[in-house]
């Protein structure tokens, strides 16, 4: 597609429920980031693929959260026994190799995620 | 660690006035990028303006223009002749050599 794309784009599930949102990138792009964003907060940086292993993953916030890129292309976010403070935006951004060497990200429109 | 601070959670001005959004950020590096991104309600990070810190001109594209202070670390957005359609949230964002770390945000409203 021409765009970063996420599905779905709003999840409403009840607590203690197995999550998975998915995120389709722009097609070449072989680096790949997921933040969350809290309602009125800017977004926080959760995991970064580069290919199909995850570089940086210093941002999930325990062992509930977990991101796979199998082929180097579409990345699951994945969130186990959800709790309601996992409510949120969740974005997806890829880039043409890394950020730091183009400048340029490219953000989805998110999948909102409530937890009820 | 990377840290970026947007002192003015919210804005209003009148259509067709000039307004600044501020940014400071902290950082020991010396290459970096700076970035301001619109989100409107449709979620959707926009980006609106990339300064590269090696470049001492401030960038400028149409309406919006940048006044960047390397060493105050300081990132201010400049809006000129604003439009209804500039209503958004607005994050200042940093990316050194890991990844992109954003600004709590300052909502802009453009009244008519």
């Known amino acids: 597609g021409a765009g970063v794309s996420q599905t779905p784009s709003n999840k409403v599930t009840e607590k203690g429920k197995y999550v998975e949102l998915r995120c389709d990138p722009i097609?070449?792009?072989?680096?790949l980031y997921w933040y969350r964003q809290s309602l009125g907060q800017g977004p926080e940086f959760l995991i970064y693929?580069?290919?199909?292993?995850?570089?940086?993953d210093s941002g999930l916030p325990n062992d509930r959260f977990f991101a796979v890129r199998p082929e180097g292309s579409v990345s699951t976010l994945k969130i186990q026994r959800t709790e309601r403070g996992d409510s949120a935006v969740y974005l997806c951004?890829?880039?043409?190799?890394?950020?730091?060497?183009?400048?340029?990200?490219?953000f989805g429109e998110g999948s909102r995620l409530t937890v009820l | 660690a990377q840290t970026v601070t947007q002192s003015q959670p919210e804005m209003s001005v009148q259509e067709a006035e000039t307004v600044t959004l501020s940014c400071t950020y902290d950082?020991?590096?010396?290459?970096?990028?700076l970035f301001w991104y619109k989100q409107p309600p449709s979620r959707q990070m926009i980006l609106v303006i990339r300064?590269?810190?090696?470049?001492?001109q401030n960038a400028t594209e149409n309406r919006f223009s940048v006044n960047f202070q390397k060493a105050a670390k300081s990132f201010s957005l400049k809006i000129s002749d604003s439009q209804l359609g500039d209503t958004a949230m607005y994050f200042c964002?940093?990316?050194?050599?890991?990844?992109?770390?954003f600004g709590q945000g300052t909502r802009l409203t453009i009244n008519p």
């Open positions: 300064q590269e810190a090696y470049k001492q």
């Open positions: 950082t020991s590096e010396s290459n970096y990028y």
């Open positions: 097609s070449g792009h072989t680096a």
């Open positions: 964002a940093f990316l050194g050599a890991q990844k992109l770390v």
């Open positions: 693929f580069q290919g199909t292993g995850a570089a940086d």
């Open positions: 951004a890829s880039s043409l190799g890394t950020a730091r060497n183009t400048g340029e990200l490219f």
